[in-house]
C-alpha cells in the first residue's frame, strides 16, 4: 500500500494566466489602454487592389460521387414498424405466440455467481410462464446486461455474454446464456493519497490489499471502514473523497487511488439540543459516555444517538458534529455536538389478550406517559384482569437518573392472586434504585438495591395436615430490602454464544402475624455458562440455588415462600407445581431451591433450533436438595431479529404430576438464559 499525496493544481485561473502571458507583442500593442476604454479602434488597414490580380494558380477540387438512391427513396410508414427490441439471436420461429422457455447458463459456476444471477434474473423469474417473442428477446437482452454488471462487480473485466436460442421443439424453447469468464482483475497498487505519511497507522487494516481481486462491495465496504477509522481515531471532519480505478491494458491487474480531506484532529465539545427538548443539555451529558475535551470517537457518537432514540423522547433525532472554529492548546479543533430531534408520541395506550393453559384467561391494558416528570419520568398505569391474576399497579420510572443507564423506580400495586400454591390479596409501595445493561450498553457490573412494604391476606392451598394454618387466611405485613448484584461476562445480552453470568440476591424481611414477628433472609445464587462447540452451535447451561434462612416454613406466607415449574423454571411443568405437594394435591412451598438446565442451541441463518433438559426441585429445608429432582425435556425454534430472537418452545414433564399438562408452549423473547 502506498500512502502518497498528490500536487496541488493550480486550476484554470492559472491556465489562463499562462494564455494571457504568450500573447503577441504586437497584440498587446494594439490593445486599449485600461485608462481610455472609449478610445476608438484603430482603422482597418485599405486593401491593395494590385494583390488580388495575383490569383495564381487555379484550385481543382476533386469529383462529387453521385447520391445513393436508397438515401432519396421514402421512408417506410410506421405501420410496418417492428417494435421487438435488438437482441443478439434469431428466432427461428418469430410467429409462436406464448411459447414455455428454459433458461440454462453455461460458464458462470466457476465465478459463483450463480445464485445472485437466478434471484435477479428476468428469465427465471418468467420462466414457467409462456412468452412472446419480444418479451424473450427483452428478458435476454436484460440477463445479458445484468450479467456482465454482476462480472465486472466482481472483478471480471474481460468477460463476454453470448445468448443462444433453440426453439427445434414445438412449443418450447430453450435460451442458452454462454459466459467466458477470461481473467480475474486483482490489485497491483494500492494509494491512499488522503493518509499523509506521518499518519501511516491510519490506514493499518485498509480493506483492501494489493493482490485481492477487485470487487466493487470490497471497495465499497473498506472505504465505509475507512471513514470509520478516521472518525473514531480524533478526525470528525475527514471526508472520503474520488476514487479512481485504472486498469492495466497489458497484464488483469489494477491500481486503486482514493482522495480525500483528512481535516484536523478534533475533541469533543459541549452538547446542543436544537429542535424539540424534553430535557436540557444538563441531561443530555448525563445520558453521553464523552465528556468535554475528550478525542472525538464517532463510537460514542453513535452510542449517544442511539441511548436518545431509547429514552422514547424522540420520533427521530440526528447528532452531528459541527467545528466551532475553536482550537485547544494543542491545535485540535473543538467539536460541538449539536442534536436535533423531532417530538415523539408521549402518551401510549396498550392491550393484550391471551389464553394459556397454565393460566387461564388473562387481559392486560396500559396507559404511559413518558415524560409525565421530566427529565425522562415515565408514569405507567396498568391493569391486569385474569382467571388468576387481578392486579391494578401504578409506577414512576426515572431513567438516567443522575448516570447513564441508573433508574429510580416509585411503584404501588393493589392484586388479587390465585395460582395453584395460594390464594392472596395484596397492597405492596416500594422505591427502588438500580443500574442495569443494555443491548446499546452491555456492562459488566449491575445492580439493584431496593424497600418495601406489604400488606396481604392469604391462604396457602397445599394442606399438609388437619391443624394445618394454611387452611384459614391469615394477614401479613411485611418489609423487605431486597438487594441484588450481578457480574456478567457474556458476549451478548439477549444471545450469548460465549462467556459466563453470575448473580447474588440478598432479601432481608420483617414480617408480622398478629403478635408473631418472624425475622428471615430470601436469598439466591445462580449463574449462567454458554461456550461454542460446534460452527453455529452453542452449549449452554445454567444453575441456580435458593434458600430461606430464619423462619419455620409455615411462619411465612405463603406468597414469600419459593416454587419452581413453569416457563422460566424446569419446563414441562404447570407454574408453582415442582416440589412437595399437599393432601389435596397443591403446592405447599418450600424453603430450599434447586433449578437447572441445559441447552443445545444451532443456528442456520435466521433460524434456529434449540434442544434442552430443565430439572429442578423444592424442599422444606434451607438449601438445594436433589432427593427429589423433576425433569423435563422439549425442544424449541428460534427467529434471530436485530432485537433479539424469538422463543417457541414446546417441553413435556417427564415424571407428571396431577397438575401438569401433556405439553407445555412458551413464547417469548430473548433466549431461556
Do not use: C
Not at 194 to 208: E, K, N, T, V, Y
Not at 291 to 304: C, H, K, S
Not at 593 to 600: A, D, N, P, W, Y
Request: no cysteine.
Amino acid at each position: 500500500m502506498i500512502l502518497r499525496r498528490l500536487p496541488a493544481v493550480r486550476g484554470v485561473p492559472a491556465i489562463l494566466a499562462g494564455l494571457l502571458a504568450v500573447a503577441p507583442p504586437a497584440l498587446a500593442q494594439q490593445l486599449p489602454a485600461e485608462d481610455d476604454l472609449f478610445a476608438p479602434l484603430p482603422p482597418i488597414p485599405e486593401v491593395d487592389a494590385a494583390a488580388g490580380e495575383e490569383t495564381g494558380d487555379p484550385i481543382v477540387l476533386p469529383p462529387v460521387d453521385p447520391i445513393e438512391p436508397a438515401l432519396m427513396a421514402p421512408l417506410p410508414p410506421l405501420a410496418t414498424f417492428d417494435p421487438a427490441p435488438r437482441t443478439d439471436f434469431t428466432f427461428v420461429a418469430a410467429h409462436q405466440d406464448g411459447v414455455r422457455y428454459r433458461v440454462s447458463v453455461d460458464g458462470l459456476a466457476e465465478t459463483g455467481l450463480d445464485s445472485s444471477f437466478r434471484r435477479l434474473s428476468a428469465l427465471h423469474r418468467g420462466q414457467n410462464r409462456p412468452a412472446t417473442a419480444a418479451q424473450l428477446a427483452s428478458r435476454a437482452n436484460a440477463d445479458k446486461q445484468l450479467m456482465q454488471r454482476l462480472l465486472f462487480s466482481e472483478g471480471w473485466y474481460s468477460a463476454t455474454v453470448a445468448v443462444e436460442s433453440d426453439f427445434e421443439t414445438q412449443g418450447q424453447a430453450e435460451i442458452r446464456l454462454i459466459v467466458v469468464p477470461g481473467e480475474r482483475y486483482s490489485w497491483r497498487q494500492i494509494v491512499l493519497d488522503l493518509i499523509p505519511d506521518d499518519r501511516s497507522h491510519l490506514a493499518d487494516g485498509f480493506g483492501l490489499q494489493v493482490g485481492d481481486p477487485i470487487r466493487a462491495a470490497a471497495v465499497e465496504e473498506a472505504e465505509g471502514a475507512l471513514l470509520l477509522k478516521l472518525n473514531s481515531s480524533g478526525y470528525p471532519f475527514a471526508e472520503i473523497g474520488v476514487r479512481d480505478v485504472v486498469l492495466d491494458a497489458d497484464a488483469p491487474t489494477g491500481t486503486y487511488l482514493l482522495t480525500g480531506d483528512l481535516g484536523p484532529e478534533g475533541v469533543f465539545g459541549d452538547i446542543k439540543l436544537t429542535g424539540y427538548r424534553p430535557f436540557d443539555e444538563a441531561h443530555a451529558r448525563v445520558i453521553a459516555r464523552f465528556t468535554p475535551g475528550q478525542p472525538y470517537d464517532a463510537r460514542l457518537v453513535d452510542d449517544f444517538r442511539r441511548a436518545l432514540i431509547a429514552t422514547q423522547q424522540f420520533g427521530g433525532v440526528t447528532v452531528k458534529a459541527v467545528d466551532t472554529g475553536v482550537r485547544d492548546a494543542e491545535g485540535r479543533a473543538v467539536a460541538e455536538m449539536q442534536v436535533q430531534g423531532n417530538r415523539g408520541p408521549q402518551r401510549l395506550l396498550t392491550g393484550q389478550i391471551g389464553y394459556a393453559t397454565e393460566e387461564g384467561f388473562r387481559m392486560e391494558g396500559s396507559w404511559r406517559h413518558r415524560n409525565f416528570h421530566p427529565p425522562e419520568g415515565m408514569l405507567t398505569a396498568r391493569v391486569v384482569l385474569g382467571t388468576e391474576e387481578q392486579r391494578a399497579s401504578a409506577e414512576l420510572l426515572k431513567s438516567n437518573f443522575g448516570q447513564r443507564d441508573r433508574s429510580f423506580e416509585a411503584t404501588a400495586e393493589v392484586a388479587n392472586l390465585d395460582p395453584a400454591a395460594y390464594s392472596a390479596q395484596q397492597f405492596l409501595v416500594g422505591v427502588g434504585i438500580g443500574r442495569a445493561s443494555t443491548p446499546i450498553w452491555q456492562k459488566r457490573w449491575t445492580w439493584n438495591a431496593a424497600f418495601g412494604l406489604g400488606i396481604s391476606r392469604e391462604r396457602g392451598k397445599g394442606l399438609t395436615k388437619d391443624l394445618d394454618p394454611d387452611a384459614r387466611r391469615r394477614d401479613f405485613l411485611f418489609a423487605s430490602l431486597p438487594l441484588w448484584v450481578g457480574y456478567d461476562r457474556s458476549n451478548d445480552l439477549l444471545d450469548p454464544t460465549s462467556g459466563y453470568r453470575l448473580r447474588v440476591d440478598v432479601n432481608p424481611e420483617v414480617s408480622r402475624e398478629g403478635s408473631r414477628i418472624e425475622t428471615y433472609a430470601r436469598t439466591f445464587l445462580e449463574g449462567s455458562a454458554y461456550k461454542s462447540v460446534a460452527d453455529k452451535t452453542v452449549l449452554a447451561g445454567r444453575a441456580r440455588a435458593g434458600a430461606i434462612f430464619g423462619a419455620d416454613l409455615f411462619n411465612i406466607a405463603p406468597t414469600r415462600r419459593l416454587y419452581a415449574g413453569g416457563g422460566g423454571s424446569v419446563r414441562g411443568y404447570d407454574y408453582q407445581s415442582v416440589g412437595s405437594l399437599g393432601v389435596n394435591g397443591r403446592p405447599v412451598g418450600g424453603r430450599g431451591l434447586f433449578e437447572s438446565s441445559v441447552e443445545v442451541r444451532h443456528r442456520f441463518g435466521d433460524f434456529g433450533v434449540v434442544g434442552f433438559v430443565d430439572a429442578g426441585s423444592v424442599n422444606a429445608d434451607p438449601g438445594p436438595s436433589f432427593s427429589d429432582m423433576r425433569f423435563g425435556a422439549g425442544v424449541g425454534a428460534r427467529y434471530f431479529t436485530s432485537f433479539g430472537p424469538i422463543r417457541i418452545d414446546v417441553a413435556r414433564a417427564l415424571n407428571r404430576g396431577p397438575l401438569d399438562p401433556p405439553f407445555a408452549l412458551y413464547i417469548s423473547i430473548g433466549q431461556a438464559f
